[in-house]
């Protein structure tokens, strides 16, 4: 069974920073490269930030330089870090395989940036 568990999200003011988790199942954590996706209002979701299971990573251009992905294999845990965070950061965040394998999705976690 698939399970994807998104936290860390909250209301943030422009410039702060906050730390997202995504707990895993082992079975799509294992083998697989992992992503952080977001979806704004009104919006597709997109990916944002990729992570191989040897650890290269990838970010898209609008968050390049201010989010960093990491994983742990033992926690069967994806993070991302975001600092400089920007109201076009707002969106609800979720994680899952890069590419998608199943489609299965958390709940995510919303981040709002605002004054």
């Known amino acids: 069974q698939v399970q994807l568990v998104e936290s860390g999200g909250g209301l943030v003011q422009p410039g702060g920073s906050l730390r997202l988790s995504c707990a895993a199942s082992g079975s799509i954590f294992s083998f697989n490269a992992m992503g952080w996706y977001r979806q704004a209002p009104g919006k597709e979701r997109e990916l944002v930030a990729t992570?191989?299971?040897?650890?290269?990573?990838g970010y898209a251009d609008s968050v390049k330089g201010r989010f960093t992905i990491s994983r742990d294999n033992a926690k069967n845990t994806v993070y991302l870090q975001m600092s400089s965070l920007k109201p076009e950061d707002t969106a609800v965040y979720y994680c899952?395989?890069?590419?998608?394998?199943?489609?299965?999705w958390g709940r995510g976690t919303l981040v709002t940036v605002s004054s």
């Open positions: 992570i191989t299971r040897a650890g290269s990573t």
């Open positions: 899952n395989t890069v590419p998608i394998i199943v489609e299965v």
